[in-house]
């Protein structure tokens, strides 16, 4: 499979850009509150922010961002009233997008993604007119930099020993697809394993790609997308 997040490949490159670190710091601070507004500040009884702050951590991200961020989201400090937001989109080259974002302002994002993908000949999509090319899936993504003690074919079998669906790599990242109701379960038993989890959420995979000949449109619409403050994932069907 592929067509994963974009912005998730890079916010588990190696050595982020001090350009892109305030831009990740951001945005991680963002599902951060998300995370801890909908199942607290514990992360021993909220997984989904553990793996967070675990991720905040492997960027450097200053321990008071982190601390501010939750508190936000458990409302022991003022913040934004932020809310997810899931968009659809058309690409230059017939390429399909969704784009998923956290927001204070769900009209002014909108106004925004539509501006970018007007530059970069794209526009935006009726609701499900793209989705229905995508399937909904649980993402773990796991950076075999820090598995040293596994080689990548030990390390395929144990994962998939633990309930993956599907794999596919980009460089040292392995994604590992799963259905949207076993997430949970497939990274307990990762954890069980002793392999640790970069990160993980529910995302979208396309059930075909495309490929295309001029990437370089695509790569300036992507980077546009990625420097808006409000846009966290996208998700594209190309190959």
Do not use: C
Not at 21 to 47: C, M, Q, W, Y
Not at 116 to 123: E, P
């Amino acid at each position: 499979m592929s067509g994963h997040s974009h912005f998730a490949t890079i916010k588990h490159k190696k050595g982020i850009a001090d350009a892109k670190r305030g831009k990740v710091f951001s945005k991680l601070a963002r599902v951060i509150t998300i995370a801890a507004k909908e199942k607290g500040a514990d992360p021993e009884t909220n997984p989904n922010l553990r793996v967070l702050i675990d991720q905040a951590r492997k960027v450097n991200m200053p321990k008071e961002n982190i601390e501010r961020a939750i508190k936000k989201g458990t409302g022991e400090l003022a913040g934004d009233n932020l809310e997810e937001i899931t968009l659809e989109a058309y690409g230059p080259e017939k390429s399909a997008l969704i784009l998923e974002g956290i927001t204070d302002n769900k009209n002014r994002t909108i106004s925004e993604v539509k501006i970018i993908l007007n530059q970069y000949n794209g526009k935006m999509a009726n609701e499900g007119s793209v989705k229905w090319l995508f399937d909904k899936k649980g993402i773990v993504i796991i950076n075999n930099e820090r598995e040293t003690l596994n080689k990548k074919e030990e390390l395929e079998l144990l994962v998939i020993e633990a309930g993956a669906e599907d794999i596919s790599w980009e460089e040292n990242l392995l994604y590992i697809y799963t259905k949207p109701e076993e997430l949970e379960n497939v990274k307990r038993n990762l954890e069980e394993k002793k392999i640790e989890i970069e990160s993980s959420t529910l995302g979208w995979l396309p059930k075909e790609t495309i490929e295309v000949p001029e990437k370089n449109s695509l790569q300036k619409l992507f980077e546009a997308l990625e420097d808006n403050d409000d846009i966290q994932e996208i998700y594209s069907n190309l190959k």
